[in-house]
């Protein structure tokens, strides 16, 4: 790679990382600052500075090709000498995930603009969705914990804001302020984390933290510092228990669920588990592995219940991010994101044909004036006859989700399986390898089901609709996407996940057996599917289909109880507090009285007595000038008799 | 011209409010316009205040005249001087304050009842403020502390809103209680302390900068740190600390004594509700920050778990009380009661990180609940009614302002790239660290406080769900032709605040340029001389 | 020759039946006879003294002189009882207050 090396030059590996980031925060700024009038000029802007960031993107991993980690400083603040970073750090899983991000991101673009064609917010809509781009890259792209954790709580606000795009629609908001809330709560604990890390290591850099940790002795707080930066994972890539807000963000558009819910911001969380590996100590990665595997079997079995086929594919992405989560708790970081890149390619594949078979049904719907609902299975079917391109799409990517040889999940879920078993090494580790094992089992069941209940068998509600297959612009990034579904994006050999991709040390070892193995199981899985699906679905279960009441557990026993505890402070505010100084006002009023009392009897009384002492004396002595003469005439007489006794005696 | 500046600021308005005063009342345009060249003067002296800052110089533009000098014979001298300056923690703040006026005077402009009074007070008072912020001499803080009183009971009680009359004599007597507590310890302190720079002849001084440095205590008083007595369970120094710290806690306002604040804030009209909660407010944190934990530092290091739990508490209720509010401005006075635990919380950790993100929250909060209670004032000169539950769906007919509501709830809550994200993250590490730093408060305290970020995102986007999304409906007998978007006036109110809040999230370093070496000076202070005194007191 | 303290002890009991009269009796006229009954019993002691020294006759002048002042005194008192009288239309020296305080 002699070549490249040439190309690497500092300045040139900079500006186009910051072209990368950069221009689609432009594409918002565009959006947000221009005036309705312009809205189509924006419609138009938006994904070609998208598709100008991707160019950027391969330069920059052109240029980072086989160079180990490349920094990129770009101071932010400095506090007491500390100077925090908002650089960047390339090495190969970050321009991967770049590529990754802005290739997704563009095609999305590409296939809104033929989507949302129409919509009245049509502005919002891609200002919301070049922001989120911009989010997502920075996350991808930042070299320190704090940048990740900003750029982490923008794109949820960002996903909030497209989730809840059609405004006027009640559960849309809702749906919006769950996903908001839910990836608080992880953001909380990911904020302990970051505590955590700053009291015991002093730095947020990446590398740093790498070096640090080296020296250090495990310790109690790393995996306690771990285990708090899992919290921010598991709310952001939909882990148990912070998943449920991921099935609703499904009333949002679904390119956004293309793009946000299953590509790339769920994503995000495997991708920090990847950069933060070092600070993953065994217990915390047990931890990380069990919760992994088990989000893995909840949501695969609530998958199979449902009804909607959005609300199919949404369960399916938390399970798969189970499974990626899984993986990454054996220590095997390199094959979660081997599984991450490949989901993302046919994840995004299924929504957006997915979101093609929507438009269809409601553009035939539209003109019919029929009203019902269009993503219900229950009223979809035999649609292959009328969107035959559509079908293709959804079989290829469908496949590689389930797992079939010859398709890139194969490839990845060999990856995990053959991680998953050089890791059980003891009783309940084995336990998790058969439920692995369980999940592509149900995997294949839950697609297959999918599938043929959207295109297989005869149409029923949609018989007299005039059903097309979308625009080309829709249609092309379906294509492109379903095209790198197949196994020859990733590696030479299909049944052998060691390709140019692949390039970390922890590969984990191939075993054929392992691939004959899991070729006959899904195999067997098919087989087993199109036994069951037969007829009517044996997995019809209230309980499945709202996985098993979690949301309604949460309601019960977080958000009532808060809303209680929040009125009982409200009551104990007004009621308490604020009594306790009335009742000081009262008491204060209540003294007030009583020294006025005092005042008025007491103090003032002495002072009317002197007064009435004086008026009795007076009274007294006046009595003595009565008028009557004869009364003056005895006291005279008294008086000198009273002297002459006196002088005399 | 330049050592003047803060005497310009200080005195521009009441010279202004004099001129009111002399002004016939009918003109009531001629008001407006005054108190508005008023506060655009007053911003640029703040401009060549900023331009001529030196960052490492501490404080600065410093002006000291002599005030009162009084001398008693053998009880020696008391000396007031007029002793104004501003460093790293008071240049935000008046900045803030200078700001946020001009934006008061902006959302006064519909008051139509008694223009002359109301203009004249709110000049009073921003003279007030400004002198509050920066005087270093106790007695003269104290004068601009107490006068800042008067003008808000007045302008809550005369142009309030129905239970205006119980709202302003709760605040004031409230408020006023704990300058009474202020006072003694301030009495106290004057009896403790002399000057040193008088030889020979002793000289009480009011000064707090004299205050600060523990050998200016005259020996055998009643604060000397070699000889304190105690007084039940506390030493007569831990009791000062602790009537400073009720006096301005009160004013700050901490959990259990904030119940004031929602009843002031629902009573008194749009321009009065910024004023008290982005400025007013912030006093409280200034004189901890300033007064109590420099003059106390051993007694400040002592209370420190006491202080950080009752800020996690101010935190949490807060955060709870906002969740059950049914009053728009009631739910924000209670997200300011949040807030503020958290500069509490900052300034209990004694660490650098810490410091600096209290007073960068100080700011911050200023900045956003300035723009949060004119976005409520907003909807209250429309419909005259703030309860939450009868709105729905408004962001159909005010789109603009809908925007504005998004930026001012999530830079409330706490979203990276709003100045509250940087305050609260220095504050959660400073808080974190402070057991393993300087052995003080317990990491738990952090870990609760971070409950505040979830609380704080649920109500907001309740809120934001409930009034302005979903279909459009009014309850409450609300006419819909009352419900149109913003007009200039209020466009020019929220968009600087807007700007100013997304500025200093994005590009922190020149507010924390300005405070880093107070908050550096801060803590070595509080630390070395609290530990030295705390030594002397327990060998 | 009788002991001279009948004559005092008379002249005594005359004394202090005309001062009883004098200051309890209603009416105005009877005032000025308690009045005259202490001026004879005044005059009683003159003589009852006067006979205690037979030389000189200064007792029994002073008798005749109190007598002669009494008769004219009781002619004014009388006068003036009468005015009284006729202005007030009372003669009870009770009901006349008009120098009462």
């Given amino acids: 790679m002699a070549d490249t090396a040439l190309l690497y030059n500092p300045t040139t590996l900079q500006t186009f990382a910051l072209l990368t980031l950069l221009l689609p925060l432009l594409s918002f700024g565009i959006g947000a600052l221009i005036s309705e009038r312009y809205a189509w000029a924006v419609t138009l802007c938006a994904p070609f500075l998208v598709l100008l960031s991707l160019i950027s993107a391969i330069v920059v991993a052109a240029t980072q090709w086989g160079l180990g980690t490349l920094p990129v400083a770009i101071p932010w603040f400095t506090v007491y000498g500390y100077t925090f970073s908002a650089g960047f750090m390339l090495n190969a899983t970050s321009v991967c995930m770049l590529v990754i991000v802005s290739l997704v991101s563009f095609l999305v673009h590409v296939y809104s603009t033929g989507y949302m064609a129409g919509d009245a917010a049509g502005k919002r809509y891609f200002t919301m969705l070049g922001f989120f781009t911009f989010a997502m890259q920075g996350i991808v792209l930042a070299d320190n914990l704090l940048s990740i954790f900003v750029f982490w709580e923008l794109v949820g606000f960002a996903s909030c804001t497209l989730i809840g795009h059609w405004k006027d629609k009640p559960q849309a908001i809702v749906a919006a302020k769950k996903a908001f809330l839910l990836n608080r709560v992880g953001d909380a604990g990911f904020m302990v984390g970051l505590m955590l890390v700053w009291s015991n290591t002093g730095t947020f850099g990446l590398q740093d933290m790498a070096l640090a940790l080296a020296d250090q002795p495990v310790g109690g707080w790393q995996t306690a510092a771990a285990l708090c930066i899992f919290c921010g994972v598991a709310g952001k890539s939909a882990q148990f228990p912070l998943f449920t807000w991921l099935p609703d963000a499904m009333e949002g558009p679904t390119p956004v669920s293309a793009l946000i819910h299953a590509a790339t911001m769920v994503a995000a969380g495997i991708f920090l588990l990847a950069r933060m590996s070092f600070i993953f100590t065994p217990a915390a990665l047990d931890v990380v592995a069990i919760t992994g595997i088990l989000t893995a079997v909840v949501a695969a079995l609530a998958a199979l219940s449902q009804h909607d086929i959005k609300k199919i594919l949404a369960y399916s992405t938390i399970s798969q991010l189970g499974l990626m989560v899984a993986a990454a708790g054996t220590g095997a970081f390199g094959v979660a994101l081997l599984h991450l890149v490949t989901h993302a390619f046919f994840k995004a594949c299924l929504f957006l044909s997915a979101g093609s078979v929507i438009h269809a049904v409601h553009q035939g719907q539209h003109q019919a004036h029929k009203s019902f609902d269009v993503q219900d299975m229950r009223n979809l079917g035999g649609l292959r006859k009328r969107l035959p391109f559509t079908y293709i799409t959804f079989i290829l990517s469908g496949s590689a989700l389930a797992g079939i040889p010859f398709f890139s999940g194969f490839l990845s879920k060999e990856a995990i399986f053959s991680a998953l078993i050089g890791w059980a090494d003891n009783g309940w580790r084995w336990l998790v390898v058969v439920a692995a094992f369980g999940v592509s089992f149900l995997t294949v069941l839950y697609t297959y089901r999918m599938i043929r209940g959207i295109f297989a068998g005869d149409e029923t509600v949609t018989a007299d609709l005039a059903i097309a297959e979308p625009p080309v612009i829709m249609r092309a990034p379906v294509a492109l996407l379903a095209g790198a579904s197949v196994w020859f994006v990733f590696a030479l050999n299909p049944f052998v996940c060691h390709g140019w991709f692949l390039q970390y040390p922890e590969l984990p070892p191939h075993h054929t057996a392992l691939t004959i193995f899991s070729t006959l199981w899904v195999l067997l899985a098919l087989g087993a599917a199109g036994y069951i699906f037969r007829s009517r679905n044996p997995f019809e279960s209230a309980l499945l289909r709202n996985t098993f009441y979690l949301d309604s557990y949460y309601e019960k026993y977080i958000v009532r109880p808060v809303l209680a505890v929040s009125g009982v402070t409200n009551r104990f505010d007004y009621k308490w507090l604020d009594g306790m100084i009335h009742a000081t006002a009262y008491g204060q009023v209540t003294v007030a009285h009583f020294v006025a009392w005092f005042d008025r009897v007491i103090i003032d009384g002495m002072v009317n007595g002197a007064a009435g002492l004086a008026r009795s004396t007076g009274r007294f002595t006046r009595s003595f000038q009565g008028g009557k003469i004869q009364l003056y005439i005895f006291w005279a007489v008294l008086t000198i008799i009273i002297f002459l006794i006196w002088t005399l005696v | 011209m330049q050592p003047y500046l803060i005497s310009l600021l200080i005195f521009t308005p009441l010279l202004a409010a004099l001129a009111a005063l002399l002004m016939p009342a009918e003109t009531k345009t001629s008001f407006r316009i005054l108190t508005l060249a008023v506060n655009i003067f007053q911003l640029l002296v703040l401009v060549i205040m900023l331009r001529s800052w030196d960052a490492a110089a501490g404080l600065q533009f410093v002006e000291q005249k002599d005030w009162i000098t009084l001398n008693m014979g053998s009880w020696g001298t008391l000396q007031a001087q007029y002793l104004v300056g501003v460093d790293g923690l008071g240049l935000p703040l008046v900045a803030l304050s200078v700001v946020v006026m001009l934006i008061a005077t902006m959302a006064s402009w519909t008051v139509y009842k008694n223009v002359k009074g109301y203009f004249t007070l709110l000049l009073i008072l921003n003279a007030a403020v400004i002198g509050s912020f920066t005087a270093l001499d106790f007695l003269l803080f104290y004068l601009f502390f107490e006068f800042m009183l008067l003008p808000m009971f007045f302008l809550i009680a005369i142009w309030g809103g129905p239970r205006r009359e119980y709202a302003s004599i709760k605040f004031f007597l409230y408020t006023l209680l704990g300058s009474i507590l202020i006072l003694i310890a301030m009495i106290g302190l004057y009896t403790s302390v002399h000057n040193p720079n008088t030889t020979g002849h002793l000289v009480h001084t009011f000064s707090l900068l004299h205050m600060s440095d523990a050998n200016n205590f005259i020996s055998n008083s009643i604060f000397d740190p070699n000889n304190v007595r105690m007084i039940g369970p506390w030493n007569a120094r831990e009791w000062a600390f602790l009537f400073l710290f009720i006096g301005f806690a009160i004013k700050l306002p901490m959990v259990p004594l904030h119940t004031w604040l929602p009843d002031a804030h629902v009573e008194a009209p749009t321009p009065i509700s910024v004023i008290l909660a982005a400025v007013l407010l912030k006093i409280g944190g200034y004189g901890l920050a300033r007064i109590a934990f420099p003059i106390f530092p051993e007694a400040a290091l002592h209370f420190s778990s006491f202080v950080a739990v009752m800020g996690v508490i101010s935190i949490a209720y807060g955060a709870l009380n906002a969740m059950a509010a049914k009053d728009l401005k009631k739910l924000i006075a209670y997200s300011s009661v949040s807030h503020m635990g958290f500069v509490l919380l900052g300034l209990a950790s004694v660490t650098p990180e810490g410091v600096t993100g209290a007073v960068y929250q100080m700011f911050s909060h200023g900045v956003i609940s300035a723009m949060l209670f004119v976005i409520a004032g907003v909807l209250y000169d429309r419909t005259h009614d703030r309860t939450i539950n009868n709105y729905s769906g408004l962001s159909g007919r005010m789109p603009a302002y809908t925007v504005m509501v998004l930026i001012a709830f999530f830079a409330s809550l706490g979203l990276p790239g709003f100045s509250g994200f940087i305050a609260e993250i220095m504050i959660f590490l400073g808080a974190f660290k402070a057991p393993s730093a300087n052995g003080l408060l317990h990491e738990a305290f952090a870990i609760i406080a971070t409950s505040g970020l979830v609380l704080g995102a649920a109500y907001y986007l309740w809120t934001m769900q409930r009034m302005f999304f979903g279909p459009f409906n009014l309850k409450g007998g609300i006419p819909a032709e009352s419900i149109y978007d913003l007009d200039k006036r209020e466009y020019g109110m929220l968009i600087p605040l807007g700007v100013l809040a997304l500025l200093f999230g994005i590009y922190p370093q020149p507010l924390v340029d300005i405070i880093d070496p107070f908050a550096r000076n801060f803590t070595e202070a509080v630390l070395n001389t609290g530990r030295n005194l705390g030594a002397t007191l327990n060998p | ?101």
């Fill in chain 3, 1 to 101: 020759m009788l002991p001279v303290h009948h004559l005092l002890y008379l002249g005594a009991l005359l004394f202090t039946t005309g001062l009883m009269i004098t200051i309890i009796k209603r009416n105005a006229i009877m005032v000025l006879l308690g009045l005259e009954l202490m001026l004879n019993a005044a005059n009683l002691n003159l003589i009852a003294f006067n006979q205690q020294t037979p030389g000189s006759p200064d007792g029994q002048m002073f008798a005749l002189f109190v007598i002669v002042v009494a008769v004219s005194e009781v002619a004014v008192g009388l006068a003036i009882v009468l005015r009284v009288y006729r202005y007030f239309q009372t003669a009870v020296p009770d009901e006349i207050r008009e120098l009462k305080d």
